[in-house]
């Protein structure tokens, strides 16, 4: 099994963070995965992107270009992006900050408000790790408990704070997701 | 243990644990990761860091360091490597081993910072002046970046000469999962040190003559620098007959098109070979592991009497074809596709290409 990712929003807004962990994860639970950011001056206010590849074979091309899969955290990346996923793709999007939505026939398409859900898990900070949760109600890419792993490796000794409101996200995502 | 590593750090890591304690550079996109993690590691090992005032000085503190028998070892991106050309002749002039990592970008001129390969010509023909010969490697995925790491510096011990990775921006920026080798031991680095003794600059007062060692690629008698040129021209010949590397994928002899990329190209390149395989058409791929000296034995014997083609593929407007055509050698047609401009071309670009050679 293959799956090709792009995951993208404003820099600063955690879409690359989103596809490291995955590609964390994925590569903890003994897949093959690339990680390939989009860099440069864009990154600065424009999108930020990133191609994540998990697979049970060597990745070829860590360019992705028809994903399964878009994490959309805001409408430039809907509408950039969003076309490009193959039928039957999923599209993870972040209602708050896409206020033209995105209409699409053959994808499923999930909206939810992940400003909203962050600040109520206690930091604008975590909106990625919804997305993440959010991601993984709907597809079995990776485990839920490889990303909270690698996070609680990353996280346990520099921001132990933070590390609740990122569980909390995930799992908020999680049921709102499924819901 | 595997970790999630940027190919800019997974060959910087690498590169201190090959006993690299001599590290110089001047920052530039989109190699910095690999300067940036250096200026913090460096000092923990207890080698030396130095951000240069430009590349020229980088690549001459490397030759005052190779010159002393040290793992030296410096990286730019393509401008800048262009810079380091003259010190790069000056090393294999006076025989002195280090590497230089390229992570190229779109040029020429200062161009853009995304992934290109069109350095080839530069890395593989002599970048700089006067008859001389570099090992270039050529990873294509982070794991093999870093593994190039400790090989480089190998070969740059076996021949005291230059050697060099060229690698691109994606493969820089890219992270994938890395396994490292054990680092250098105390007793490792003494060994390293010692293998230069009969010829390097080095404080061991109880070496006969070790006063008398000269580090230099000025001759200015042409009798004398005759048969200097021509001994590193017999080494180069050693070079040649014994470092070649490249990578068979999905090779059979119904094979009607035999690809060749190197670098990122080739994943690219791959990604459309399996989409074809699924869909019934074989077609064969050779990656030039080493793209000098040149794998052309191989490709060359990887032809048959089914070979209708030989599609090269590059980040470029076609450089390392040149070589392909060499070693075809008029036995089948040669054709070209790439991107400039720091433009990647997708799988679906390459399979349409591919396709249409077939007629399928």
């Given at each position: 099994m293959k799956y090709e990712m792009i995951c993208s929003g404003f820099?600063?807004?955690?879409a690359l963070t989103v596809g490291k962990f995955l590609a964390l994860a994925g590569m903890n639970e003994g897949k093959h995965v690339s990680w390939l950011p989009s860099y440069g001056p864009e990154m600065r206010g424009g999108t930020a992107n990133v191609s994540t590849v998990i697979s049970?074979?060597?990745?070829?091309?860590?360019?992705?270009?028809?994903?399964?899969i878009l994490v959309a955290l805001n409408q430039p990346s809907l509408d950039k992006f969003g076309p490009d996923v193959r039928e039957g793709g999923l599209i993870i999007a972040n209602s708050d900050l896409c206020p033209g939505g995105f209409e699409r026939e053959g994808v499923d398409i999930v909206f939810l408000p992940m400003n909203t859900i962050a600040k109520e898990c206690?930091?604008?900070?975590v909106t990625n790790m919804v997305s993440i949760g959010a991601l993984l109600s709907r597809s079995d890419v990776v485990k839920i408990e490889s990303v909270k792993n690698a996070l609680q490796e990353l996280l346990?000794?520099?921001k132990p704070a933070l590390l609740e409101a990122n569980f909390k996200a995930i799992d908020e995502g999680l049921a709102r997701g499924k819901a | 243990m595997k970790v999630l590593m940027k190919g800019n750090e997974a060959v910087a890591e690498a590169a201190i644990r090959a006993g690299c304690r001599h590290y110089f550079a001047y920052p530039i996109t989109p190699q910095s990761e690999l300067i940036e993690y250096m200026a913090k590691m460096m000092p923990k090992v207890g080698g030396t860091f130095v951000q240069a005032e430009s590349e020229i000085a980088a690549i001459n503190m490397v030759y005052g360091a190779a010159g002393c028998g040290k793992r030296a070892m410096t990286s730019s991106s393509s401008p800048g490597i262009s810079l380091k050309q003259e010190g790069i002749s000056y090393c294999s002039g006076a025989e002195l081993p280090c590497v230089v990592v390229n992570v190229q970008r779109g040029?020429?001129?200062?161009?853009?910072?995304q992934p290109a390969q069109g350095d080839y010509f530069q890395a593989t023909k002599?970048?700089?002046?006067?008859?001389y010969r570099i090992i270039v490697l050529a990873p294509a995925s982070v794991q093999e970046f870093a593994d190039m790491a400790a090989q480089a510096f190998d070969l740059a011990d076996k021949y005291r000469n230059p050697v060099m990775i060229l690698s691109d921006g994606m493969l820089g920026q890219m992270m994938e999962p890395v396994e490292f080798a054990e680092p250098a031991t105390e007793d490792d680095l003494e060994r390293l040190d010692k293998q230069h003794w009969d010829w390097c600059m080095h404080p061991?007062?109880?070496?006969?003559?070790?006063?008398?060692h000269e580090i230099n690629s000025?001759?200015?008698?042409p009798v004398v620098l005759e048969q200097h040129v021509i001994a590193l021209g017999k080494k180069f010949d050693r070079m040649e007959a014994a470092e070649k590397s490249w990578e068979e994928y999905n090779?059979?002899?119904?094979?009607e098109i035999l690809c060749v990329a190197f670098g990122t190209a080739s994943r690219i390149v791959k990604s459309a070979i399996d989409d074809l395989k699924e869909e019934g058409v074989n077609i064969g791929l050779i990656r030039p592991?080493?793209?000098?000296?040149?794998p052309s034995e191989a490709i060359a014997a990887a032809?048959?009497?089914?070979?209708k083609l030989v599609y090269t593929f590059e980040?470029?407007?076609?450089?390392?074809v040149e070589d392909v055509r060499l070693a075809v050698n008029g036995k089948a047609p040669v054709e070209f596709y790439g991107k400039v401009g720091g433009i990647v071309f997708t799988p679906e670009e390459v399979k349409d290409k591919l396709k249409l050679a077939l007629k399928v």
């Open positions: 820099g600063g807004q955690g049970d074979r060597p990745v070829a091309s860590p360019l992705v270009t028809t994903p399964d206690g930091s604008i900070k346990a000794e520099k | 040029g020429p001129g200062l161009g853009d910072i002599g970048g700089g002046h006067g008859d061991n007062q109880d070496e006969p003559n070790h006063h008398h000025l001759e200015i008698d090779l059979a002899p119904d094979n592991i080493n793209v000098w000296p040149y032809l048959t009497d089914k070979t980040l470029s407007l076609g450089q390392m």
